[in-house]
């Protein structure tokens, strides 16, 4: 890049789906930015709007029922404004995409290397022979066994973590600057979870990639992340360095969804007992407040005086910004001072 921006910036982002005669925001001025070489996790309860926010970067949304604004800033380009014919030129080549479930992400009547040539033959002038070597190359980046016989199996052929690899080498089959992962490693149990974290680690670590992490579990952000974005009713409520979130989170909402993980709950408070349940939901996009704090109906204990009007992010220290001022007078029900 070389101009001082990061790999990419999102600034007041809103994606907002048409549903009765209206349109209601799902991302609702979402402010970031990525830089190369770094993990970026989006953490926060299903229904938050974190899928919303990765399709709407890669540019996956019908225009006719979606309205979106603001910018998405990649190469000086503003993605948003994009029609279909670039938007494809990005995808893949410039954003790679892992998806959660690799057998509907992968085709089920094209072998593996059939499915990683496809994205070579789209984005490059690759001869077939350079095509085949890099998809050996490429099975042999992500580890998965005999990649040559993995090239010519069908999906169903392999097991899911096999699969997932070779989503993961279909995502950085051209080597894209950004690579975003939706839940990668969700419903796994922990042990392959941990195989493919370590295998987006070394992806990041070998390419430079700078890659957007969508996950609803803070042991996995706590596990591979650099920075951490905690969103909630489609608004970012907090984000901060890793260390900085699990050491000192402000938002009540990141200090709930801390107390609701059983090894969180332990370190943070031994005598805690029970684990902490938020109260009530996440409210639907129509049940959204048009005002005020969006966590405040789930913390109803709190005063209202203690929430802000029109919720800003704040800046506690530095890279560390939280929604609201709730997060000053906050504590758990039932605690004292
Ligand atoms: N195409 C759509 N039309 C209308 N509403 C939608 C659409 N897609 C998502 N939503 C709504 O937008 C909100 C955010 O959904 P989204 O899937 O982005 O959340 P999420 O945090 O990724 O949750 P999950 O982890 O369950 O996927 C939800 O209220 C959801 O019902």
Redesign the pocket.
């Known amino acids: 890049m070389g101009n001082g921006r990061p790999l990419l910036e999102i600034n007041a982002l809103h994606t907002a ?1 048409h ?1 009765q005669d209206n349109y ?1 925001d ?1 991302v609702d001025d979402v402010s970031f930015s990525l830089e190369k070489n770094e993990i970026l996790a989006i953490v ?10 990765a399709t709407t970067i890669v540019g996956l949304h019908n225009k006719v ?2 309205r979106i604004s603001g910018e998405i800033i990649y190469q000086n380009l503003n993605l948003i404004d994009l029609n279909e014919t670039l938007y494809n030129r990005i995808r893949g080549n410039d954003i790679g995409m892992v998806f959660q479930d690799p057998l509907s992400a992968l085709n089920p009547l094209m072998t593996v290397s059939e499915q990683i040539e496809e994205v070579l033959l789209y984005h490059s002038k690759m001869t077939k022979e350079e095509r085949e070597l890099r998809v050996c190359e490429l099975l042999t980046q992500v580890k998965v066994d005999d990649p040559n016989a993995t090239a010519a199996r069908y999906p169903h052929e392999l097991s899911w973590e096999a699969r997932q690899r070779v989503g993961i080498a279909i995502a950085i089959a051209c080597e894209p600057p950004i690579i975003i992962a939706d ?1 990668p490693t969700t419903s796994l149990d922990v042990t392959v979870q941990a195989r493919i974290l370590d295998l987006l680690s070394e992806v990041r670590d070998e390419t430079g990639a700078g890659i957007i992490l ?1 996950t ?1 579990d803070l042991g996995v952000v706590a596990e591979i992340a650099d920075r951490v974005a905690v ?1 909630y009713a ?1 608004q970012i409520v907090e984000s901060a360095g890793v260390v900085d979130l699990f050491t000192d989170p402000k938002h009540p909402y990141t200090r709930s969804l801390l107390r609701s993980m059983p090894q969180m709950n332990e370190t943070c408070d031994p005598d805690a007992g029970e684990l902490y349940v938020i109260q009530g939901d ?1 409210p ?2 129509q049940q959204l407040p048009k005002k005020g704090c969006r966590f405040a109906e789930r913390i109803p204990w709190v005063p209202f005086s203690a929430h802000e009007e029109s919720p800003k992010m704040h800046e506690v220290s530095k890279g560390h910004f939280v929604r609201c001022t709730c997060h000053e007078s906050f504590q758990f029900e039932g605690e004292s001072d």
């Open positions: 789906f549903m209601y799902a926060g309860e299903s229904g938050c709007g974190k899928s919303t926010l029922n979606t839940e969508i609803h969103m489609g996440v639907s996009l």
